[in-house]
């Protein structure tokens, strides 16, 4: 293990040194030439802690499942919007979806698609909604599943 020293502890030390050089050549009748004092070392970079690494998943933990909206977009609408929502694993029978209250889109209603497995049919109210990307999650008594969502901004209606 290399030991390092302070600045000001390694200047002691050579003072400390001179010193007793000092003192033993007055002693001594033949005059030796001081030694040179030897240049303090620059002080070490210091180096970031390295970070560290990420804690490795429990075997039993269930692997991250992923929303995605059919159609990436809704648009602000006065009428509800239908769209699909299909996730990576399955979470349970009974799924609710929730998206994040800033973004003014209530879930009207969540009902399993027919005809294909981990696919949800979602009406959603957006006419209160705020344009952006927004939080999106599934959740059921076997996990959850995440994603977003975008809101187009509303457009106007065509002028005549």
Known sequence: MRREFHPARLAL???FGLLTASAASAQDPTP??????PAPAPAPD?????????????ENAPEMCEVVIDGASVPVNAEPVTVRA????????TIKAEVSPESGIKVVSAKPAAEAPLTLELTLDTSAAAAG??????????????????VLPATPPPSR
């Open 133 to 150: 990307d927004w939080a999106f999650a599934l959740k059921g008594e076997e996990g959850a599943c995440a994603g977003s969502i975008a």
């Open 86 to 93: 299909s996730f990576s694993r399955a979470i349970g029978e």
């Open 32 to 37: 030796q030439p001081a030694p040179p004092a």
């Open 46 to 58: 210091p180096q970031p802690a390295p970070e560290p690494a990420p804690a490795p998943a429990p």
């Open 13 to 15: 030390a050579v003072a």
